[in-house]
């Protein structure tokens, strides 16, 4: 099956501090989402991003399909940015089927 | 409010008894799916659904049933539950086509002891 790899793994930011997270992919996608997971445990939606550039406030995200990558940036980092940040593709050919990566753990200190 | 939700939100089982995890949508989405999540796994999915009646295996199906009689609802049912499946579990849906972003509920944190 697809595989997907986030990097970094864990990132430590002071407040107001600029980053990009990565994502690759294996195979080609249909559907590609960007998802931050909050102290409490809510999965939120941030992108849905098969291709192209999106961008909501300070966070915006790339997708190069052709390449198998997704960037995710976040600037003027906030402390409520803290979180893990879930990358997930869903296979071409009608699997239907959301595969995650490992996420990356940011935090950002006052 | 539009979305899925899951109950309950927190369970304590003991091992080999039995239970179901409710969610449902009301966005009339025809895909449904149940994940879960373990530290440092990211998530991954138990089975999911096309649409009323139709099912099917995802990563780790072991220990779980599901089944589809509605377009709301979509259940996940441990039939003798074990230490191994204490975790986070996640439902989410989409709209048909697969084309259009996934809404995840707000999970279940099950323990089994």
């Known amino acids: 099956g697809i595989q997907v790899e986030q990097s970094p793994p864990d990132l430590i930011l002071q407040e107001g501090a600029n980053s990009t997270l990565r994502c690759n992919f294996s195979d080609s996608v249909n559907n590609l989402q960007w998802f931050h997971q909050n102290p409490w445990g809510q999965l939120i939606n941030l992108f849905y991003?098969?291709?192209g550039t999106k961008q909501n406030g300070r966070l915006s995200a790339t997708t190069v399909a052709t390449e198998r990558y997704s960037l995710l940036y976040i600037s003027s980092s906030q402390t409520t940015d803290s979180g893990v940040y879930f990358c997930?593709?869903?296979?071409?050919?009608?699997?239907?089927?959301?595969?995650f990566g490992k996420g990356t753990k940011l935090t950002v200190n006052p | 409010n539009a979305g899925v939700t899951q109950t309950p939100k927190f369970q304590v089982l003991k091992t080999g008894q039995s239970m179901t995890l409710q969610c449902a949508q009301d966005m009339n989405h025809e895909y449904m799916s149940w994940y879960r999540q373990d530290p440092g796994m990211g998530l991954r999915l138990i089975h999911y659904s096309v649409g009323a009646g139709i099912t099917d295996q995802g990563e780790v199906p072991n220990g779980y049933n599901v089944s589809r009689s509605t377009t709301e609802d979509f259940p996940l049912r441990l039939l003798s539950a074990a230490p191994s499946q204490t975790s986070v579990y996640f439902c989410?849906?989409?709209?048909?086509?697969?084309?259009?972003?996934?809404?995840f509920g707000s999970g279940t944190r099950l323990t089994v002891v």
């Open positions: 991003i098969p291709s």
């Open positions: 989410a849906s989409s709209l048909s086509e697969g084309y259009y972003g996934y809404t």
């Open positions: 997930a593709v869903e296979q071409g050919g009608g699997s239907e089927k959301l595969v």
